[in-house]
Nanobody
């Protein structure tokens, strides 16, 4: 059973930075896609960024140039470095893992990011 544990959410001022982490445990196989999604109050969950097992990345237009997704060398922990944060980035951020060998989605518990002065 795959489990995802997130950390790093906080209250930060506009223009500030924050780094989210998501550690995966269990059997994830050699081909997978890691990602971050967010959900603001009253809105649908939306894609923020993804990174594949081969290292390809993809970003929502709203975060391009400000956010960076990465993973560690063991490829079991992913990160989301968020710079130049804006109030509209306020949301609950969820990490996601899609494993190709069994085509399953796994989700973290969510971590709150609030951007406010």
């Amino acid at each position: 059973q795959v489990q995802l544990v997130e950390s790093g959410g906080a209250l930060v001022q506009p223009g500030g930075s924050l780094r989210l982490s998501c550690a995966a445990s269990g059997s994830i196989g050699s081909m997978y896609r890691m990602g971050w999604y967010r959900q603001a109050p009253g809105k649908q969950r939306e894609l923020v960024a993804t990174i594949t097992s081969s290292g390809s990345t993809n970003y929502a237009d709203s975060v391009k140039g400000r956010f960076t997704i990465s993973r560690d060398n063991a490829k079991t922990t992913q990160y989301l470095q968020m710079n130049s944060l804006k109030p509209e980035d306020t949301a609950v951020y969820y990490c996601n893992l899609f494993t190709f060998y069994n085509r399953r989605d796994y989700w973290g518990q969510g971590t709150q990011v609030t951007v406010s002065s």
